[in-house]
């Protein structure tokens, strides 16, 4: 294995096991281990004393309770008992502890990866009177409070199938056969019916410029606190001015704490001019659910001819606004997919673009290095302050940073939150952080961007989207379909095994990483032209191909 990370950190053994920084005091396993194994490396030698699974860890010596453990250059947790020299890592031996953080402690110096082949690169995407460029066209229906869920719902339904957007349903078709039999009284083959993929057919869409009916269903708006509401329209405001949305019918019931003035005011401070539509019904004041329905309809129905005269023109990938997600980690996501796209980040960065590293449960024990990296001490102090006010809430409620990692993490070696954020922290490469954003806040400079936003799957790809992400690159060593429904979400495994195994949702495979065959900066590259083709409508992502519209607002108050 001859790969390089691209902060130069990763020291690479042999083609089984990795040491990742030079100050690190355990090693991790790249394929199954055997106890009385012998490893060599740099003229040292140790015999293993446990079984070692792949993407778990072994001690480069002895440890004592207490004693700390190192990965990445920081420390991921303190032993609590004696671990041998060549000793597995796992929940037994081994508990969360993360490095202290405070302001600024030395200046930050970068160099910008080399850029010169993709310098005069462009992708085709849909080009918005503000600046903006989208890498698809939608047309968002919004609910301001849950009780409209059902009308925007059958405002998505009628325009579905008359638009073209409907795809055969398998499912129901495999349903219908089994039906059949059923019917027939020929029980004894219905285990041999086998489920047919689909089929392309013919595209019947009436926009062709228009990629899609999208709504964003939820359950706030109303109950909660005022604080919830503001943050609701906050977010729905950037869904709407994100520049994958042509723009946005908004239906409100009349009485909710997410008020028709909020959201304007919201929508006001990201668009001065109104240059993007936006139509808005009341159904208190429309009346029946007929009237305030065929209102909407219409006014939605005459606002497409109009987004669809926009057509894909070439756009410099400065342009470009990518989030930056794992999820389904496991323990070679910091070795391979996160610092991979890292490297993507550094160079759209260096490019002038910008991307966004959310997930801040994910960065405990790495918030020094980020706080140093920041160029302006006002971004530090924020960092700080949004970090410790969350864990201070976490805590609260019984809980805390130390409980992230979820069984299936665990499993596959990311054993306390520490392992985790410093693996998960390589998803931001090396580029100076030029801005940190509160959740719900739009992105406002090019850059790396860091955003407040949970762990959690859907909730961080959620508010991701909100900022102004077109992209969001999601890597995963387990594998799982979270989709969004204004960016596209392009799914990237850590692993060989998992794109094999799971072809359905996986984009992009970086397990030849892992075997040794290509570098970090190899595959940055490979999976940066991947953006391009996805963001000029040459490629689907398999989340849009899948209509995987995962949309969860992330809930802080209090219901009431």
């Known amino acids: 294995m001859q790969s390089i990370a691209q902060d130069s950190f990763f020291t690479s ?11 690190d005091n355990v090693f991790v396993a ?29 001690a480069e010596n002895d440890l004592a309770p207490e004693d700390e453990v190192f990965m990445y250059g920081t420390v991921v947790g303190k032993a609590t008992q004696p671990i041998k020299q060549g000793g597995v890592i796992g929940t037994h031996n ?3 502890k993360a490095a202290p953080y405070s302001g600024r402690t030395k200046t930050y110096q970068w160099t910008p990866p080399d850029v010169s082949a993709f310098k005069s690169k462009t992708f085709m995407g849909f080009h918005r009177a503000d600046g903006q460029v989208g890498t698809a066209n939608y047309w968002l229906v919004i609910p301001l409070v849950f009780c409209e869920n059902r009308n925007v719902e059958m405002i998505r339904q009628a325009f579905q199938d008359e638009l073209g957007f409907t795809k055969p349903d398998v499912y129901k078709h495999y349903v219908h056969e089994l039906v059949n039999l059923y019917r027939e009284g020929k029980t004894e083959k219905l285990g041999d019916v086998r489920f047919q993929p689909a089929t392309e057919v013919p595209s019947k869409r009436v926009f062709k410029n ?18 919830d509401a503001q943050t609701l329209c906050a977010l729905l405001a950037g869904y709407i001015h994100n520049p994958n949305v042509a723009g946005a019918t908004i239906l409100s019931l009349g009485c909710q704490n997410a008020e028709i003035k909020t959201i304007q005011e919201r929508l006001a401070a ?16 429309s009346g029946t659910e007929q009237e305030l329905l065929s209102q909407a309809i219409q006014k939605t129905f005459l606002a497409l001819i109009e987004a669809d005269k926009t057509e894909r023109k070439p756009a410099p990938l400065n342009k470009l606004v990518v989030g930056l997600k794992c999820g389904g980690s496991d323990g070679f996501s910091g070795i391979s997919a996160n610092p991979a796209i890292g490297h993507t980040s ?36 924020r960092f700080i302050q949004l970090m410790r006010t969350y864990s201070d809430a976490a805590e609260a409620v019984g809980s805390g940073f130390d409980m992230n990692p979820s069984p299936g993490n665990i499993k596959d070696g990311l054993i306390t939150d520490a392992i985790k954020s410093a693996g998960a922290a390589k998803k931001g490469g090396t580029a100076p952080v030029a801005d940190v954003l509160p959740y719900a806040t739009y992105i406002r400079k090019p850059g790396l961007n860091l955003l407040c936003t949970p762990g959690n799957d859907v909730e961080s790809t959620t508010g991701t989207t909100g900022s102004g992400a077109q992209i969001i690159l999601f890597t995963t060593g387990l594998g799982t379909p979270t989709g969004n429904p204004v960016s596209q979400v392009i799914k990237l495994s850590t692993n060989t095994r998992l794109a094999q195994k799971m072809p359905d949702i996986i984009d992009f495979n970086t397990g030849q990483i892992i075997s040794g065959e290509k570098t970090i900066e190899q595959v940055g590259e490979e999976i940066l032209d991947f953006i391009i083709e996805v963001a000029s409508g040459r490629t689907t992502a398999k989340s849009v191909a899948l209509n995987q519209d995962d949309f969860i607002p992330w809930k802080r108050g209090v219901s009431l």
């Open 13 to 23: 053994m042999s083609n089984t096991f990795l040491k990742i920084h030079p100050a």
């Open 30 to 58: 790249l394929t199954d281990l055997k106890a009385g194994e012998k490893i060599s490396y740099e003229g040292k030698s140790l015999v293993l004393k446990d079984d070692v699974n792949a993407k778990h860890k072994f």
């Open 94 to 96: 081994l508990k969360h």
């Open 210 to 227: 228009i990629d899609g009916i999208k709504v964003l269903t939820h359950q706030g708006g109303c109950g909660g606190t005022r604080q």
């Open 270 to 285: 990201l668009d001065p001019k109104s240059l993007k539509p936006v139509i808005i019904l009341d159904q208190q004041q």
């Open 346 to 381: 550094d160079l759209l960065v260096a490019l002038g673009g910008s991307t966004i590293l959310s997930e801040f449960p994910e960065l405990c024990g790495v918030e020094q290095e980020l706080i140093n990296r920041c160029e302006e001490d006002e971004a530090g102090n």
